[in-house]
């Protein structure tokens, strides 16, 4: 299997953004602000809670963007939010040609859209497609990969977008890849980024879109109602939690390299090869020399392993999570499904890892 792996900050990296966004957050509010835990309602003359408001303007200036919105439905929902905002039913956009993902394949579906597919690893492909295609009001593009192979650089994609069709909208979907990647779609220049708080150890459901002011004020005034918005509390309960979450996502990206050399020095006699890929989070596919696949992951499960996800990296993962190949991979090459795993360490480090690998092993096999 072949990979192309997305570069990722180290923990000094990262510890330099838990400091930028303190700093950003220092700007937008005052101390008592800050200890506040957040209004709730419809306030007159802000339309929103005030606390939320404070915590969009945080981080659109966290991100270098004219405006920021946070939306229900977590990732999935910011990136239905700004597709409706940007194009209409019957519509066509600009896609990737590789499997997609399941949810923003519904998304496709359920607005109607038509999707023209082209290879973002051919850049002679791409700008084809740019200059042939005129009808296209969107050019969507998945930062993580969709594939083993891709390959694309996501900056310089965008670039030929801007330089080829510069009215065109860019959508970045940054899930996966917020605080990992040294910068977002957003920050190389695309109109909009769209990912999950939930990701990135926030409270459940919540969606973050960065970007310009245009399809963020329509998306406002779409979710107008007290039920539609995210609350006071729930804004600072976010922003608190996306301070850490750059330095801990940095020492888990740490310990899945290991984890991969590990592997491949044969900790596990088992493993044939692993590979570090960004199979949505950044994690270890290992693939083994039988097809036990999901022998191993039904018994690593009893030896203290999470074996599915909640929301792929977020505040309750603490367990290593040990499961199967992404979906999308899974259409690219189904045998994955027998003969692969997929690990995130998650909190944990390789050696623990290693040991529930080995004692599910020898659960299946009965030799040590």
């Known amino acids: 299997m072949q990979t192309s792996v997305l570069p990722v900050m180290d923990v000094e990296e990262a510890k330099q953004k838990q400091f930028e966004l303190v700093q950003a957050i220092s700007a937008e509010f005052s101390g008592n602000q800050f200890f506040s835990q957040g209004d709730l309602g419809v306030v007159p003359g802000e ?3 005030v606390q939320t408001k404070k915590v969009e303007s945080t981080l659109a200036s966290f991100f270098g963007t004219e405006s920021c919105v946070l939306v229900r439905g977590a990732g999935t929902g910011a990136i239905r939010e ?23 394949q519904s998304t496709i579906d359920m607005m109607g859209l038509v999707p023209v597919y082209l290879d973002y690893n051919d850049p002679g492909e791409v700008k084809q497609a740019l200059q042939n295609h005129s009808e296209c009001g969107v050019f969507y593009v998945q930062h993580s990969r969709q594939k083993p192979n891709d390959h694309y650089d996501l900056g310089s994609v965008i670039q030929m977008v801007k330089e080829l069709r510069p009215n065109l909208s860019i959508v970045v979907d940054d899930n996966y890849t917020v605080f990992k990647a040294n910068h977002i779609g957003v920050e190389l220049g695309a109109a909009y980024s769209c990912f999950s708080g939930f990701k990135l150890l926030g409270p459940p459901g919540i969606g973050i879109i960065a970007g310009r002011k245009a399809a963020i004020e329509a998306i406002q005034e779409r979710n107008y109602s007290g039920g539609g918005q995210v609350q006071g509390y729930e804004a600072m309960e976010l922003l608190r939690s996306l301070v850490t979450a750059s330095v801990l996502i940095a020492v888990q990206n740490e310990e899945t390299d290991k984890l991969e050399n590990k592997l491949n020095q044969g900790a596990v006699p088992q493993i044939k090869k692993a590979y570090v890929t960004n199979s949505q989070s950044k994690n270890v596919v290992a693939e083994f020399k039988e097809p036990i696949a999901d022998q191993v992951i039904k018994q690593c499960e009893k030896h203290g392993a999470a074996v599915y996800p909640v929301g792929a990296e977020s505040r309750f993962e603490v367990l290593p999570m040990i499961y199967r190949v992404s979906g999308s991979f899974l259409d690219e090459d189904p045998d994955l499904l027998k003969t692969a795993i997929r690990i995130n360490p998650m909190r944990a480090d390789a050696e623990l890892v290693i040991q529930i690998l080995k004692s599910a092993l020898k659960d299946i096999t009965g030799k040590g």
């Open 82 to 104: 700004v597709l409706a905002s940007l194009v209409n039913a019957g519509d066509s956009l600009f896609m990737h040609a590789s499997p997609v993902y399941k949810t923003t």
């Open 47 to 49: 339309g929103s809670p």
